[in-house]
C-alpha cells in the first residue's frame, strides 16, 4: 500500500492511461522512485510518451515551450555566396576562353 498520494484512481482514466495527475505524480517523484506501476505503463504506452513528451498540462509551467529557432537565413546565405563564387568562376573562364 503506498503511504501517501492522492488515491490512485485519479492518476489513470478508465483506460489505464495517465491523468494530468498522474503526470505530476511521476514528475514530482524522485528518479528511480516513482510510482511503479505509472511508470511501467507510461514506458509500454506510445499514447501516455508523447503526452508526456508534450508536457503535461499544468504539471510543470516553468517548462518553456520551444522556442522559435532562428529562420535558416544562413542556409540562403550560403547558397548565395556559393552562387556567386560559381558565377564569378564561369565569368574568368569565359574571359580566358575569349
Ligand atoms: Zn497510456
Given at each position: 500500500m503506498s503511504p501517501s498520494g492522492p488515491s490512485q484512481r485519479a492518476l489513470v482514466d478508465r483506460r489505464g492511461c495517465l491523468t494530468p495527475a498522474g503526470f505530476e505524480a511521476l514528475a514530482r517523484a524522485p528518479v528511480g522512485r516513482g510510482p511503479a506501476e505509472l511508470a511501467a505503463h507510461v514506458a509500454s504506452c506510445p499514447r501516455c510518451q508523447e503526452r508526456m513528451l508534450a508536457g503535461p498540462a499544468g504539471a510543470?509551467?516553468?517548462?518553456?515551450?520551444?522556442r522559435r529557432r532562428k529562420p535558416r537565413l544562413w542556409i540562403g546565405v550560403g547558397l548565395a555566396v556559393v552562387a556567386f563564387v560559381l558565377a564569378l568562376a564561369a565569368l574568368i573562364l569565359t574571359a580566358r576562353l575569349l
Open positions: 510543470r509551467p516553468s517548462s518553456t515551450p520551444a
